[in-house]
């Protein structure tokens, strides 16, 4: 049973910056396409980014030049830099392997947003 744990979250003020992580075990990490999504309460789930094993990166327009996905090892990172309301939300981890339907989510992690 593939597992990916995210850790990380947690209350930061607006302008402030946190890094999210997920660990992932029991799956070929180099197979899979490692994405953050993110949930507001009554909100959809969005992306928020993407980034392949080979290493390219996709994001939200929301996001795009404060926030930065790695990957290294098991574990792919999410680096969130100037973060304001708009960014509260439930952070999930997500992996996905191309041309297959294996797709397996994490249970999230809360980032808050407040002064």
């Known amino acids: 049973q593939v597992q990916l744990l995210e850790s990380g979250g947690g209350l930061v003020q607006p302008g402030g910056s946190l890094r999210l992580s997920c660990a992932a075990s029991?799956?070929?990490?180099?197979?899979?396409?490692m994405g953050w999504y993110r949930q507001a309460p009554g909100k959809q789930r969005e992306l928020v980014a993407t980034?392949?094993?080979?290493?390219d990166t996709n994001y939200a327009d929301a996001v795009k030049g404060r926030f930065t996905i790695s990957r290294a090892k098991n574990t792919v990172y999410l680096q969130m830099d100037n973060l304001n309301s708009e960014d509260m939300a439930v952070y999930l981890c997500h992996a996905a392997r191309p041309r297959s339907s294996n797709s397996y989510w994490g249970q999230g992690t809360l980032v808050t947003v407040s002064s």
């Open positions: 980034i392949t094993h080979t290493g």
């Open positions: 029991r799956m070929l990490f180099n197979d899979y396409t």
